[in-house]
């Protein structure tokens, strides 16, 4: 104890950890939702750093967020370069988001419309929209119709 009356947090570490159930909860998360718990331990620091980012590291193995795992890595490994992979991953990952951007753009340009911007904010039936938007703007022609699990067109 210090001479404040307060604990260290220090002492307070091993204490905390047998209470901390994000290794158990953290298994039903997706991953992107793990991260801000990983982000609060490392404030917390009820672990080691090194062992938050060995776990950031593996957990972003499988997702997109490249520049995230290499940054992760660096703060791993300083000195080190990091694996060519992750620079390989990093430039599909890229050249993916502009195609999807390409692809995405003449819709993006109806919705950012005011007019139909008004008419989103104001529309309480997403059915009515989408006719709306079928009519006015040539959407089902220029768009396929968005499919959900049932195979059937989903609601907007």
């Given at each position: 104890?210090?001479?404040?009356?307060?604990?260290?947090?220090?002492?307070?570490?091993?204490?905390?950890a047998e209470w901390d159930l994000t290794t158990r909860l953290g298994?039903?998360?997706?991953?992107?939702?793990?991260?801000?718990?990983?982000?609060?331990?490392?404030?917390?620091?009820?672990?080691?750093?090194?062992e938050l980012l060995e776990g950031k590291?593996?957990?972003?193995?499988?997702?997109n967020m490249v520049d995230f795992a290499l940054d992760v890595y660096q703060r791993l490994n300083?000195?080190?370069k990091p694996p060519e992979y992750l620079y390989s991953k990093r430039s599909e990952v890229v050249g993916q988001l502009k195609q999807l951007q390409?692809?995405?753009?003449?819709?993006?340009?109806?919705?950012?419309?005011?007019?139909?911007?008004?008419?989103?904010?104001?529309s309480r039936?997403?059915?009515?929209?989408?006719?709306?938007?079928?009519?006015?703007?040539?959407?089902?022609d220029r768009f396929p119709t968005p499919i959900g699990l049932s195979g059937r067109p989903m609601a907007l």
């Open positions: 104890m210090s001479t404040s009356g307060t604990q260290s947090t220090h002492h307070l570490t091993p204490k905390m298994k039903y998360l997706d991953r992107h939702l793990v991260f801000p718990l990983l982000e609060f331990l490392s404030v917390k620091e009820i672990y080691e750093e090194n590291l593996e957990l972003l193995s499988n997702t300083p000195g080190v390409i692809q995405t753009e003449p819709m993006l340009e109806i919705l950012l419309n005011p007019e139909v911007s008004a008419e989103i904010e104001k039936d997403s059915r009515q929209l989408f006719e709306l938007l079928q009519t006015k703007y040539d959407v089902s």
